[in-house]
T-cell receptor, first 115, second 114 residues
Framework: GAGVSQSPSNKVTEKGKDVELRCDPISGHTALYWYRQRLGQGLEFLIYFQGNSAPDKSGLPSDRFSAERTGESVSTLTIQRTQQEDSAVYLC?????????????FGDGTRLSIL | GNSVTQMEGPVTLSEEAFLTINCTYTATGYPSLFWYVQYPGEGLQLLLKATKADDKGSNKGFEATYRKETTSFHLEKGSVQVSDSAVYFCALSDPSGGSYIPTFGRGTSLIVHP
């Protein structure tokens, strides 16, 4: 079966442009997470979706960041008016439910570079 | 709040050496504990997990035991290979407070030389 798929794998854009990153979770996974990983750093939580509940946006660093998810399928993370400090790998993960013993399944990430 | 503390890297070993990567945690409730591995250019993969005290998670020669008394979940492997070179993340998921957002450590880089 397919794992978590993210696209594009790499994105280079100019400062000030908007970017949209896509995540296809594993089919049937109700929970979806976005993280940011700066070079050589750990994971920074951004946003969490669970089913049709309101998302937990507590990790979004500014109002330039937003994310959507349609039902229990694809999610998009949008960064408006990109800045150089937005350069990072953006990782998406999904898991099969709300049980706290459920592991996360990660995509390979989108490497975003802001010139 | 919850937190995970890992030993700082990089950890540099020769092939066939014994590996320990320390992980300690603080949690409000009774968490599940995980180790993930990240190979270069890839996302994280689950390596092993444990969901209650004294459980031992194991996979691919790696082991970790959930020690509630010392709030630790140290990762060990008896004989590392060059292919084990990666970044290892310790994480917890705590059901108290209703949050399903895991807490990750900062990661420990492992470099294994032939």
């Amino acid at each position: 079966g397919a794992g978590v798929s993210q696209s594009p794998s790499n994105k280079v854009t100019e400062k000030g442009k908007d970017v949209e990153l896509r995540c296809d979770p594993i089919s049937g996974h109700t929970a979806l997470y976005w993280y940011r990983q700066r070079l050589g750093q750990g994971l920074e939580f951004l946003i969490y979706f669970q089913g049709n509940s309101a998302p937990d946006k507590s990790g979004l660093p500014s109002d330039r960041f937003s994310a959507e998810r349609t039902g229990e399928s694809v999610s998009t993370l949008t960064i408006q008016r990109t800045q150089q400090e937005d350069s990072a790998v953006y990782l998406c993960a999904s898991s099969s439910g709300t049980g706290h013993n459920q592991p996360q399944h990660f995509g390979d990430g989108t490497r975003l570079s802001i010139l | 709040g919850n937190s995970v503390t890992q030993m700082e890297g990089p950890v540099t070993l020769s092939e066939e050496a014994f590996l320990t990567i320390n992980c300690t945690y603080t949690a409000t409730g009774y968490p599940s504990l995980f180790w993930y591995v990240q190979y270069p250019g890839e996302g994280l993969q689950l390596l092993l997990k444990a969901t209650k005290a004294d459980d031992k998670g194991s996979n691919k020669g790696f082991e970790a035991t959930y020690r509630k008394e010392t709030t630790s979940f140290h990762l060990e492997k008896g004989s590392v290979q060059v292919s084990d070179s990666a970044v290892y993340f310790c994480a917890l998921s705590d059901p108290s407070g209703g949050s399903y957002i895991p807490t990750f450590g900062r990661g420990t880089s492992l470099i294994v030389h032939p």
